[in-house]
Nanobody, 116 residues
Framework: QVQLVESGGGLVQPGGSLRLSCAAS?????????MGWYRQAPGKQRVLVAT??????TYADSVKGRFTISRDNAENTVFLQMNSLKTGGTAVYYC??????????WGQGTQVTVSS
């Protein structure tokens, strides 16, 4: 009923920038929608990177000041602007949606590799 599709991943040099996109489709017109980005590095657990609910945003301490989460006016697409990327940012990045704090959905992920 709800689908999330990530895009924008790729290979980037340390210190470089990348912008991820997450397009949402389905029955998402009603309720309070929280969009978020998580990442999972090889051999590690999935961790929260950033969230946006309306105009309120949150960030993990590890990315604060370097990453920016935003959404379009229709709230059907969420973005993650990643600046000053570090090798520790290498991971699969997942888009997440929570509707009214009850229903949760996940994208299939997009690979980000930070390497010189």
């Amino acid at each position: 009923q709800v689908q999330l599709v990530e895009s924008g991943g790729g290979l980037v040099q340390p210190g470089g920038s990348l912008r991820l996109s997450c397009a949402a489709s389905g029955s998402i017109s009603s309720g309070i929608v929280r969009m978020g980005w998580y990442r999972q590095a090889p051999g590690k657990q999935r961790v929260l990177v950033a969230t946006i609910t309306g105009s309120m945003t949150t960030y993990a301490d590890s990315v604060k000041g370097r990453f920016t989460i935003s959404r379009d006016n229709a709230e059907n697409t969420v973005f993650l602007q990643m600046n000053s990327l570090k090798t520790g940012g290498t991971a699969v990045y997942y888009c997440n949606m929570v509707i009214s704090g009850i229903w949760a959905y996940w994208g299939q992920g997009t690979q980000v590799t930070v390497s010189s």
